[in-house]
Structures are given as structure tokens and as C-alpha cells.
């Protein structure tokens, strides 16, 4: 599936997921979604909420097989961030069923960690997530899970 024409590779930059992450990692996507300076930001009045990022959030979470297991990631780090075992223990998940879904929230800029390579590495939401985490309650609301 993953080198299917449909997903692609996210790393070549082709397919649905691919052109995900070429989408959300392009300098273009990041002006956008990070305007210079608190007021810009949107302090105080909520943020900004790009549409495409949360065309991003239906997609890995309701239209996507293994959303759901994605959303509950999500939800977890953003009460308390957490290394992939801690995850794979409190969701009851298996382990590479947990690091395969981490690597799709990196990829598409949801979650982030200092040091993936690193046995224990330990992921948070990324700051666009957090600005954005209300779009994703919406979501979840939607799709009726929580």
C-alpha cells in the first residue's frame, strides 16, 4: 500500500500522504500557518486556523484506516507527552503498531520529538497542533469518538 500510486511515499513526495507532508513542510505552508508576532498569532482571539490543516486532521483521523488509534495518540500527548512504550502500554497498542502511527503525526506535522532515532524518545503535539487542537475536538465530535 505504501508505494501504491494513491499513498505513495511520503519521502518522495508522492501520493495522498506524500503530498501531505510536502504540503505541510513547504515554507509556503509555514507562513501561512505562523504569522509574525503575537497579534498575528492570534493570541487571545483563538488563533488562526488554516483550513488545509484541518483537511489534514478529517484525513489522518476519519478517513484514514488506523485513525482512530491516531486520535487517541493525539489526545494522549497533548495531556502529557510520552515515549512510544508509554503509549503503547497506556492504549494498549502493540509497539510497532504505535511507532508506524507516530511516524505518520511527525510526518504530517501533528507531533514532534527532539530525537526519533532514540530508544525512549519522548513526543509532544507540535505548537500548529496545539493552536489548532479545537479543530480536532470538532472532528472528533463529528465522527462521534472520544
Do not use: C
Request: glycine share 12%; charged share 15%; aromatic share 8%.
Amino acid at each position: 500500500m505504501a508505494g501504491s500510486p494513491m499513498f505513495g511515499s511520503a519521502a518522495a513526495g508522492t501520493g495522498v500522504l506524500g503530498g501531505l507532508a510536502s504540503l505541510l513542510l513547504s515554507p509556503a505552508w509555514l507562513l501561512h500557518a505562523y504569522p509574525s508576532g503575537p497579534a498575528a498569532a492570534g493570541e487571545g482571539s483563538g488563533g488562526y486556523i488554516d483550513p488545509r490543516f484541518k483537511r489534514v486532521l478529517w484525513y489522518l483521523i476519519a478517513s484514514s484506516r488506523g485513525g482512530i488509534n491516531r486520535a487517541k495518540i493525539i489526545d494522549l500527548v497533548s495531556g502529557r507527552p510520552a515515549n512510544a512504550n508509554q503509549i503503547a502500554q497506556e492504549l494498549k497498542l502493540d509497539y510497532k503498531t504505535v511507532l508506524h502511527h507516530l511516524k505518520v503525526l511527525a510526518e504530517n506535522g501533528l507531533i514532534i520529538t527532539d530525537n526519533k532515532d532514540a530508544y525512549g524518545a519522548t513526543y509532544f503535539l507540535t505548537p500548529l497542533m496545539e493552536k489548532n487542537y479545537a479543530s480536532f475536538q470538532e472532528i472528533m465530535g463529528k465522527i462521534g469518538k472520544k
